[in-house]
């Protein structure tokens, strides 16, 4: 165990709060002019994903993670769960859906990870910041249709719907940014 005051709080640090793990996304010093100092953050839950506001007293002691992160490719999916291999070992790691969450939508077989590790656990995935996934489907662009900076709606390849421009066909590849889910460009 690593004790941290909340002073020393970093984003993407990793805490454990109510034997529960979650990374800092944000967090904010204040001093009001009354009273104490307090630390305002937001923390991911790594188990469901979800974002909590919590405050903590300034100087608080918190337990600190050190999650080791080792590279993997997704195998296959087999029903609920994912089989990733670690490129280091060859070993193979089943990993259910609930576990990875919305993060599914941006997985393909083949794709390269990061597996967030708790000893021998796995507690998380650590998803590139882009990755390129295929139109299955999207509507043609109208003849004159042409209002800058239009957008229609594409659906991909792992069944993820994003907006796209109005060039963009099926069939094409396209790179999408996996932290806001937004099409960024052709690939």
């Known amino acids: 165990m690593v004790a941290v005051s909340t002073n020393d709080l970093k984003n993407n640090m990793t805490i454990k709060v109510d034997d529960e793990l979650f990374s800092v996304v944000f967090f904010q010093h204040v001093k009001p002019g009354k009273g104490g100092a307090f630390v305002r953050t937001k923390l991911k839950s ?5 974002v909590l506001e919590k405050t903590f007293r300034a100087d608080e002691k918190l337990e600190q993670v050190i999650l080791e992160k080792t590279e993997a490719q997704l195998l296959y ?3 609920d769960n994912y089989v990733f291999m670690k490129l280091s070992d ?6 259910s859906s609930t576990l990875l969450g ?3 939508q941006y997985l393909k077989e ?5 597996l967030l590790l708790d000893g021998a ?4 995935v650590e998803l590139p910041t882009a990755v390129e996934l295929e139109v299955i489907h ?8 042409r209002v800058s900076g239009a957008r229609k709606a594409a659906t991909l390849q792992t069944g993820l719907v994003i907006q796209v421009p109005l060039f963009v066909n099926t069939g094409d590849i396209v790179k999408v940014d996996t932290r806001t889910g937004e099409y960024l460009s052709r690939a």
């Open 121 to 124: 656990n796995v507690v998380g």
């Open 110 to 114: 083949g794709s390269e990870v990061h």
């Open 46 to 50: 790594l188990k469901t994903g979800a």
């Open 77 to 79: 999916k087999e029903g």
């Open 138 to 145: 999207t509507e043609a662009g109208v003849q004159g249709d």
């Open 90 to 95: 060859y070993e193979q790691v089943i990993i």
């Open 102 to 104: 919305d993060q599914t």
